[in-house]
């Protein structure tokens, strides 16, 4: 059984004007999957669709064999781009809402990731750099035994000595049986732990996909140049 199912998705914030249009997708589990392309093509919008924020205009989305609804939020742990916690709180206070409402998140793999990076529980999310927010949001996501993990460019604000420590802690936490889907711009950066890859366009449209270690034997290039290839012609 797949983890993730797209069928015939649809979305338009206006009429006629669709972000993604007839997508098909199918992914199984225990991969990294890389969702990759630029600016306004779109990533966004699906990852939200596929964590149940928005709804599409037309389509499926099954997310273990289950179509999207309140039993696949449980199975779903999304990173979204933006801090979405209130400055006020503090770090063990975030700790303790995440265990509260989700049954599947580990208290002490959080705290045990919290130490590892120096990250003081009593400080409040206001005092930590917008870097350090990004880690503590990214170690709350990956504490959950999740199905699916969606991360919304989990690198992009970070300096690039966190950004391997981020990569390395996507590998090492997440459950095997799972998968986890990255969306990011920094494709060197993320491509040495990525096992697939669809680069989706403008109009929300899939140029290409496969394994990244296929894509690079064949073409002879890095899935960055590749990226860039691709784009350039598109």
């Known amino acids: 059984m797949s983890v993730l199912e797209c069928k ?62 309140e039993e696949t939020r449980a199975l779903v742990s999304y990173l979204p781009e933006r801090t979405y916690f209130s400055g006020g709180m503090k770090v063990s206070e975030v ?6 409402f989700y049954s599947d998140f580990s208290t002490e793999r959080a705290c045990e990731l919290l130490s590892v990076l120096g990250i003081n ?49 996507i590998v090492g936490n997440y459950n095997p049986e799972a998968t986890v889907i990255i969306t990011t ?7 040495q732990v990525l096992d697939d890859f669809y680069f989706l366009t403008y109009g929300g449209n899939i140029l290409k996909s496969g394994s990244v270690e296929d894509a690079r034997i064949e073409s002879g290039k890095s899935l960055d140049e ?6 350039r012609c598109s």
């Open 226 to 231: 590749l990226f860039r290839e691709v784009f």
């Open 8 to 69: 015939n998705l649809c979305k338009a914030y206006k009429k006629g004007e669709y972000v993604i249009n007839n997508l098909n997708i199918e992914i199984p589990k225990g991969k990294i999957v890389g969702l990759l392309g630029p600016n306004g093509c779109g990533k966004s919008t699906l990852i939200k669709m596929i964590a149940g924020i928005l709804q599409p205009n037309s389509g499926e989305i099954y997310v273990s064999g289950k179509q999207i609804g």
């Open 95 to 100: 700790v303790k809402y995440f265990a509260s």
């Open 121 to 169: 529980s009593d400080a409040k999310l206001k005092t930590l750099s917008k870097g350090t927010k990004e880690k503590v949001q990214l170690i709350l996501v990956m504490s959950r035994q999740a199905k699916l993990y969606l991360l919304d460019e989990p690198i992009a604000g970070v300096d690039p000595a966190a950004r391997e420590y981020i990569l390395s802690t």
């Open 185 to 191: 711009h920094l494709i060197t950066d993320v491509e």
